[in-house]
């Protein structure tokens, strides 16, 4: 049983409103991410990271930001968030099992995000 | 680069139903892949995976197998119920350490009584 948790699950927020969506995992895995999921269920990689202080951009350009401080704690931050931003945003981390390059990606359940 | 490409949906079937989800690759190496499932209002849990060529994974009553030669990971079920109902997706990692996955576009599984 995989242990990763988001909060909020659900969250609706007016426009230009700051936030952060939260994401811990109890795993010690170094590699973390976050993807976007859109309404016809397609995951979009917006950010990741590696490891502690590291941080990259995924696929997906993204007006959010994400931080890791500590190897538990990977949060996404919206400075303005707008209606734009409303979707599905799932986080997730990664270890290697088995072989040296195969890697198996656990999921956080989830935060909805509605902007009004 | 590494693409998935899935079977579009929704896929909709009768409960003990045989079911096939296709699922094609492109990749360099030797990627491993997996099914991942969502059921709704929840997060992608991992289903079954195979890390080498003719490796079967399995699970839950649902089996795919590596054809390196197709280049194919197809998801089959022999009787669907109707708690089978999620999205359903592919997605390989390829040979590196980056522990990037690539996801295939999900596939939609209705199992209606």
């Known amino acids: 049983e995989a242990d990763i948790y988001q909060t909020p699950r659900y969250l609706v927020i007016g426009t230009g409103k700051k936030i952060t969506l939260e994401c811990s995992q109890t795993?010690?895995?170094?590699?973390m991410y976050w993807y976007q999921q859109d309404p016809g269920m397609e995951l979009h990689l917006i950010h990741y990271?590696?490891?502690?202080?590291?941080?990259e951009k995924g696929d997906l350009s993204s007006e959010s930001t994400v931080s890791r401080i500590r190897t538990e704690h990977f949060p996404l931050t919206l400075e303005s968030a707008r209606p734009s931003h409303t979707s599905q945003y799932l986080c997730?981390?990664?270890?290697?099992?088995?072989?040296?390059?195969?890697?198996?990606?656990?999921f956080g359940p989830g935060t909805r995000l509605t902007v009004t | 680069g590494n693409s998935v490409t899935q079977m579009e949906g929704p896929v909709t079937l009768s409960e003990e139903a045989f079911l096939t989800i296709n699922c094609t690759y492109t990749?360099?190496?030797?990627?491993?892949l997996f099914w991942y499932v969502q059921y709704p209002g929840e997060g992608l849990q991992l289903l079954l995976k195979?890390?080498?060529?003719?490796d079967k994974g399995s699970n839950k009553g649902f089996e795919a197998t590596y054809r390196k030669e197709t280049t194919s990971f197809h998801l089959e079920k022999g009787s669907v119920q109707v708690s089978d109902s999620a999205v359903y997706f592919c997605?390989?990692?390829?040979?590196?350490?980056?522990?990037?996955?690539?996801f295939g576009q999900g596939t939609t599984l209705q199992v209606k009584p």
């Open positions: 997730a981390s990664s270890e290697v099992v088995g072989g040296a390059y195969s890697y198996e990606q656990y």
């Open positions: 795993m010690g895995h170094d590699k």
């Open positions: 990271s590696y490891g502690v202080n590291s941080t």
């Open positions: 990749a360099t190496g030797y990627p491993s």
């Open positions: 195979a890390t080498k060529a003719d």
């Open positions: 997605a390989l990692h390829g040979s590196s350490n980056t522990g990037k996955l690539i």
